[in-house]
């Protein structure tokens, strides 16, 4: 069956280290893979898109990889700030007929002063 | 620009009653989306609703409906609410149809709690 697994619920670190979540998948042939922010109570905030083809994509802090072979898609936040506490989704949708946009259980992240 | 709103924010029913539930999207965007998010399943795609048709559906039962309006504004309906209905229910618009290359935006949610 189909399945989006990311490592572990929660994640604790130290103010200015870097964050690595990680985004595995089976029995999917994803189209691209997103990658969302949502803080208690409200909805999720989209934040990267990435590509089948693209390796790599990155944004200000953010940086996220995608490797198909692996199907795992991993997100990197540097120089992490308490503000970046929060729970991170990525999502992705298959490139085949039942296309649907399927998210992962998140990961909870907590940046400590 | 105004971004995504749903009302109402919160809502309690009991057992047995029916639920509406409304979703504006971003002005211009034609695609809304319903999901519904629980702490043990987490965030579930219900149904995309684009250009006033249903373009896709979720794992869930008939108990669970939808509409878009020619405004594009939606609705999603739950009929003969069960215990297990209780949840955040976000809706989600985007420009173009959700299984294009585009991100979605999300409203706050309404939080249903059933009794």
């Known amino acids: 069956s189909q399945k989006i697994e990311q490592n572990s619920e929660a994640l604790n670190i130290q103010e200015g280290k870097t964050a690595t979540l990680t985004c595995n998948y089976t029995?999917?042939?994803?189209?691209?893979l997103q990658w969302y922010r949502q803080d208690p109570g409200r909805g999720p905030v989209f934040l990267l898109l990435i590509r089948e083809n693209e390796k790599e994509k990155r944004k200000e802090r953010l940086k996220v990889t995608f490797d198909t072979t692996l199907k795992q898609s991993l997100f990197h936040i540097t120089a992490s700030q308490p503000a970046d506490s929060a729970t991170y989704l990525c999502a992705l949708i298959s490139s085949g007929s039942a296309r649907q946009l399927t998210f992962g259980s998140g990961t909870q992240l907590t940046v400590l002063p | 620009k105004a971004g995504v709103t749903q009302t109402p924010r919160y809502l309690i029913k009991t057992r047995g009653q029916q639920v509406t539930l409304s979703c504006s999207p971003i002005?211009?965007?034609?695609?809304v989306s319903w999901y519904q998010q629980t702490p043990g399943q987490g965030l579930q795609f219900l149904f995309e609703y684009f250009s006033e048709t249903q373009r896709n559906k979720g794992n869930f039962p008939g108990r669970f409906s939808g509409r878009q309006f020619s405004n594009s504004r939606s609705e999603m309906n739950v009929s003969t609410l069960e215990l297990g209905d209780s949840a955040l229910y976000l809706c989600?618009?985007?420009?173009?149809?959700?299984?294009?290359?585009?991100?979605?935006?999300f409203g706050p949610g309404t939080r249903l709690t059933v009794l």
């Open positions: 002005s211009g965007h034609r695609s």
């Open positions: 029995n999917y042939s994803p189209a691209y």
């Open positions: 989600a618009s985007s420009p173009r149809q959700a299984t294009s290359y585009n991100e979605q935006f």
